[in-house]
DNA sequence: CAAACAGTTTAGAATATTTCTAATCTGTTG
DNA sequence: CAACAGATTAGAAATATTCTAAACTGTTTG
C-alpha cells in the first residue's frame, strides 16, 4: 500500500548492516528498520527506544545507546548537538545543517547547498577540520 | 604591572551587575570578576567552581549554576552547545563563532567577521531566528 | 547440525551534569 | 537598624548516559 517495508521486510537493512561489519540482530534489525526505513529522521535514545516499545520490539535503553553509536561510528548516521542534555541522532548523512526549534525541541534539515559559509579561518596548531555544524536556533 | 585589576577592585563588576539589575552578593561579584576581569573566557560550571575554590572563594555548584545563568539571561554572557552533556559559558558576548577541539575539549572563538553564512532559507511557519551558531570541529 | 566462541543484549548500578528544595543568610530600603 | 525580598547553601532529586557482569544469540567450525 504505501511502501515495500512489508514486501521485502528485512533484506534491505541485513545487508546494510552487513556491509558496515555489524551483526544483523534482531534489536539491530527492529532499529535500523526503524530508523532507515522512513526518510529522514532525527530522534533522541528515548524517542526511539519509545517508538521501540510501541512497535512490539523489546529493547532496553543500553542497546539503542549501543546502537545508535554503533551505526553513527559506522557512518549510517550522525549525532547532533543542539541542546546540552539531550543528544539527537540524524540518518541524514549527507552534508547539511539544521533549523533547531528552542520551543518544541524539534529539529528540521537545511540542505547543504542552501547555506554556505565562507572564508573560514586556518584550524589551531596541526589540528584539522572535522566538519563544520550550522546550527540556526528559531523560536 | 598586568592589569588593573588589583587598582579598583570590585567597582567595575558592582557596577556592572547594577546595570543589569542583579544584587551585588559576595558570590556574584567574585564570579564576576572571575570571568570578566581577564578576556574572553569559555568556562564550565564544573571549571568555574573550581577556579573559585583555588581562589579561595566559597561558592557552592548551585550558585555557580545559578549565577552562569542569571549572567546570560542578562545578556553579559552566552551559552555554547557544543559536546552533549557539557555547557560551556562564554565571556564573548559580541557575534561570533567556535572551533571546537573534539580531542582536549577547548573552545575557541572566531570573530564573527571571518565567516560568513550566506542564503539562509526561510525559518519554518511563524518563526524567527534567534541566532545562528557556527561550530568547526576540529581534532 | 551441534558445539563453541565471539559478539550482543540486558537489567540494574554507577556516573555526570544540572536542577530543585527548604532552611538559612544577607543586601537594601525605609 | 529592623524588616523583607532576594540570594545562597547543602543535600536530595532529576535527567541523560555509560558501565558491568551475567545471560543470550549469530556465526563458524568440525
Redo the contacts between chains.
Sequence with gaps: MTTNTNERPYTDVVDRLRAVGLRPTRQRMALAKLLFDSGDRHLTAEQLHDEAMAGGVRVSLATIYNALHQFTDAGLMC?V???????YFDTNTSDHHH?Y??TTGQL?D?PGD????????E??DG?????????????
Excluded: K
Design positions: 549525532e548537538v543542539v541542546d546540552s542534555g539531550r543528544s533549523f526549534n528552542e528540521r537545511i542552501q547555506i554556505s559559509v565562507t572564508s573560514l579561518p584550524p589551531p589540528m584539522s577540520i572535522d566538519r563544520v555544524d550550522v546550527i540556526v536556533r528559531v523560536r
